[in-house]
């Protein structure tokens, strides 16, 4: 499809384990997002991307995130050690727009439920 | 710091009944205002933008907002709730910096 495609749909890892999570964004989208969303509340952002430059990451809670977009495509982001407080629905979204374009819709994909046991 | 605050975390009506969610915002500037609805186990879908056009914006599925500056508010509504309509409904901004932030949400739910 032409969508934000997000893999794996569910996670499982026990705590401790490291997880990787996968972002394909709309083919040409310049901006890629990821945002954190825990149960009952909004989207919490986490980190930008415009192409494969890492503009903004000041919303990654703590080191144990990390989060690559090498080739301006795909992006992953990576959970070291996971804790209970990482369970959540990680979002990505992508933007056609380039930085500085504020009013240029994000396209968001399904997700990827984490959950850490 | 920008920031949006939605009043109420759950919302019923009835079908056919007015649907009215209240967003209020906080900015030093005119925002770039959107909703988006996030149906269960989906991501979220954008329903309408606002960026300084029209106050007035009509979107998807039947729905509008209206940017009132003088009340910081950018309200969404419908006429006429539809059992389709249920889902989560987040009022966001995005002002410079490139960084959109989302309120908490609001829970619709639609009786029959």
């Known amino acids: 499809g032409a969508g934000v495609s997000q893999s794996p749909r569910y996670k499982v890892a026990k705590r401790g384990q490291d997880v990787a999570l996968r972002c394909d964004p709309i083919?040409?989208?310049?901006?890629l997002f990821w945002y954190q969303q825990a149960l009952g509340q909004g989207p919490e952002f986490l980190t930008y991307?415009?192409?494969?430059?890492?503009?903004?990451k000041s919303g990654l809670p703590s080191d144990r995130f990390f989060a690559e977009r090498p080739e301006g495509s795909v992006s992953t982001l990576k959970i070291q050690r996971t804790q209970q407080e990482d369970s959540a629905v990680y979002l990505c979204?992508?933007?056609?727009?380039?930085?500085?374009?504020?009013?240029?819709?994000?396209?968001f994909g399904n997700g990827t439920r984490l959950t850490v046991t | 710091a920008q920031s949006v605050t939605q009043l109420g975390s759950h919302v019923s009506v009835s079908e056919g009944a007015l649907v009215l969610l209240r967003c209020n915002y906080s900015?030093?500037?005119?925002?770039?205002l959107f909703w988006y609805v996030q149906y269960p186990n989906q991501g979220l879908q954008l329903l309408l933008k606002?960026?300084?056009?029209?106050?007035l914006v009509k979107g998807i599925n039947g729905f509008e907002a209206e940017f009132k500056k003088s009340e910081t508010s950018f309200h969404l509504t419908k006429p006429s709730a539809h059992m389709s309509d249920a889902a989560e409904y987040f009022c966001?901004?995005?002002?410079?910096?490139?960084?959109?932030?989302f309120g908490g949400g609001t829970r619709v739910l639609v009786k029959p």
């Open positions: 979204a992508s933007s056609l727009a380039v930085h500085r374009v504020y009013n240029s819709p994000l396209h």
């Open positions: 083919s040409g989208h310049v901006s």
């Open positions: 991307f415009q192409n494969e430059a890492q503009l903004d």
């Open positions: 900015s030093s500037v005119p925002p770039y």
């Open positions: 606002y960026t300084s056009a029209a106050t």
């Open positions: 966001a901004v995005r002002p410079a910096g490139n960084k959109l932030t």
